[in-house]
């Protein structure tokens, strides 16, 4: 049995309908953790994987990735909600990252402001920042890709 | 202002149904969605789609800030929330103030004053309509004091309530404690307030509501009534108007005490005002006021001839109230029914999936409002609504009858529908002669044990 993007699509659906707030899965060698958090509700995807058997999971997480498919390391970034897309705290300031930018599951990303409130963004895995999509401070809605990284091994 | 384009913060057939009269009025229409609802046929018709949110509703749907906010970057003048979700929360109307975005409906202010259905009641009262006996509940003694002077049966009703949450008939007075508590609990998790309080239950009663239309100035039109006796569990399946067999002096009665209502609080944009009618006189008492489009608005359209929600775009936009009472002519007779995603044969569960195929009714007198098309999923998230099939014609006769062919026209394969039940309803003598009171869907039963499915009426399976 192998699992399609499709499957865990559903699988990630389920979880936000359920009070659970992490998930745990491991189906032919492919491990996933699902995990919702923060107090406002945001939900952090979090799709780590071992194993050979990688891609479809990556595929998954970014149905609309470009870049990076077939590629175990690539993972992309996505919208916990839709907002004003920023990459800076403030204006004027330098951005949170740039392409090349080595980042761990905390580092702060972006900040996507919804009616004035700021909520960030955070990297989920340990890596580098490949690519940046939207420009700043325009609308992204939920679920779009934010940046691509390469995962450390 | 001028409204060029509304963000529609809803899904499904309403969606549908306001982006027609969107198309109609030449405004541009950005659809918000959740997750599940991306692919759907709402989307593919809208000028825009935005993700607000993950399928389930707190995060998509009644999600304001998002809503509004997605209004704001696309460039929305408007905001219409259809039914349910948003529609009848003062946040929205708030936020879109706070944003400078028209909101489509009335104040957040009236919003709060008819949410708040004690308050309704002391509205109604003011206006010289009837309410049922009743009041608040605060405390165990005094809802037993009360219970005593009001006499059982009667309902326990959450004073934030609305769609049989929280609501508990008690037949005896020693069963009134533990319903109290069981209400309690479920109003204060539906709705975030526990409050209760209590009426007499009519238990012949009919269920019968006007359409008004208010300019929010103290101007207020109404536009007949519709009968919705035709329930289960609080819930409506069939809808009809004018409401068969009231008198015209009742039926005038209903329509000024609606307007009065409307008129005390300066209504702005398109309401209801729903009534009990007391099948053994001409009694009727007011129930509560709905300060939405409501789903079963068709019928009214349907013999008035007047798109609802495009007179609630001019209301909210530069065009104000555009009707006059005597522009209002009623001709004929239309009657709806809902149709849901569910198998009636098995106590109405829900039937989530993929529709395989459909087709949906046409013809003389025929309308249908949708979103389903062959292909389409039906989310488990939402409600469980698939169409709405509404017939009319010059007279009831002819309306039931074309309501009946349009039923028999229609196929859907993929998910169980409750297409079966309607049929039923629609041979069924009593309902034939009209007038049904909210008991009708047991009397139905009883007579048709094979409604039940094949369990419950005894045949085997094995």
């Known amino acids: 049995m192998t699992l399609t993007a499709a499957d865990v699509a559903e699988i990630m659906r389920l979880v936000e309908q359920s009070k659970f707030d992490e998930l745990s899965l491991e189906i032919d060698g492919i491990k996933m953790t699902l995990r919702r ?65 080595a980042v761990d599951e905390d580092s702060v990303i972006a900040i996507i402001e919804v009616m004035k409130l700021m909520n960030t963004v955070r990297a989920g895995a340990r890596g580098v920042i490949t690519q940046i999509l939207p420009a700043d401070e325009t609308l992204v809605e939920f679920g779009e890709v934010l940046m691509r990284m390469r995962k450390d091994p | 202002m001028a409204i060029r384009r509304i963000l529609i913060a809803n899904r499904g057939e309403i969606a549908a149904r306001i982006m027609r009269s969107c198309r109609a009025l030449n ?44 209004a704001v970057a696309t460039g929305a003048d408007a905001i219409h929330p259809g039914y349910g979700f948003l529609s009848e929360r003062p946040i929205l109307p708030q936020l879109c ?28 009262e003011t206006a010289n309509v009837p309410v049922v006996p009743g009041g608040e509940a605060n405390s165990r003694a005094e809802a037993e004091n009360l219970a005593r002077k009001i006499s059982t049966p009667l309902l326990i009703k959450a004073v934030a309530g609305g769609g049989g949450r929280g609501l508990k008939l008690v037949e005896r007075l020693e069963d009134l404690p533990a319903l109290l508590d069981l209400a309690a609990a479920e109003a204060g998790a539906a709705f975030g307030d526990a409050r209760l309080y209590l009426e007499h239950y009519i238990g012949r009663g009919r269920h019968v509501e006007v359409q008004v239309l208010g300019d ?29 067999g009231l008198t015209a002096t009742l039926r005038d009665s209903l329509q000024q005490a609606a307007v009065r209502i409307a008129q005390l609080i300066a209504y702005r944009s398109a309401g209801t005002v729903e009534f009990i009618v007391d099948t053994r ?71 989530p999936g993929r529709i395989r195929d459909v087709t949906w009714p046409s013809g003389e007198g025929i309308r249908v409002d949708t979103h389903v098309v062959p292909g389409s999923n039906i989310p488990p998230f939402y409600d469980s609504l698939l169409a709405k099939i509404i017939a009319s014609g010059p007279d009831r006769t002819r309306a039931l009858a074309r309501l009946r062919a349009a039923i028999a026209m229609t196929r859907i394969s993929g998910v169980a529908s409750n297409l079966g039940f309607h049929t039923a309803v629609l041979d069924d003598a009593e309902f034939q002669t009209g007038g049904v009171d909210t008991g009708y869907v047991d009397r139905l039963y009883a007579r048709r044990p094979d409604l039940r499915g094949l369990r419950a009426a005894g045949v085997s399976n094995g």
Do not use: W
């Open chain 2, 27 to 70: 405004i541009e229409v950005v659809l918000a969605v959740s997750a599940a609802d991306r692919e759907g046929e709402p989307a593919r018709l809208a000028d825009r789609v935005v993700c607000i949110g993950a399928a389930k509703s707190a995060d998509s749907y009644l999600n304001a800030a998002a809503i509004v906010h997605a």
């Open chain 2, 216 to 244: 929010g100035e103290g101007r207020v039109i109404h536009l007949g009534e519709r009968d919705c006796s035709v329930q289960r569990r609080y819930q409506k399946l069939i809808e009809e108007t004018p409401a068969p």
């Open chain 1, 37 to 101: 958090g923060g107090a406002s509700g945001e939900i952090i995807r979090n799709v780590t994987q071992s194993g050979p058997a990688v891609a479809p999971v990556a595929r998954a997480a970014a149905p609309s990735a470009a870049a990076g498919l077939g590629d175990a390391n690539h993972m992309d970034i996505t919208s916990p909600m839709l907002g004003t897309f920023y990459r800076a705290p403030k204006p004027g300031s330098a951005p949170f990252v740039d392409i090349g930018s």
């Open chain 2, 281 to 351: 006189g001409d009694a009727f008492y007011f129930l509560e006021m709905n300060a939405r489009i409501q789903v079963e608005h068709p019928v009214t359209e349907a013999v008035t001839g007047v798109d609802l929600i495009a007179e609630q775009i001019a209301i909210a936009g530069a065009n104000g109230l555009r009707l006059r009472q005597s522009g209002v002519r009623s001709v004929g007779c239309a009657i709806e029914c809902r149709v849901n995603a569910e198998d009636y044969r098995n106590e109405f569960r829900p039937s």
């Open chain 2, 97 to 124: 103030a706070r944003a400078g975005i028209v909101f489509i409906g009335p104040t957040a202010d009236q919003i709060v004053a008819i949410g708040d259905k004690l308050q309704a009641r002391a509205v109604a």
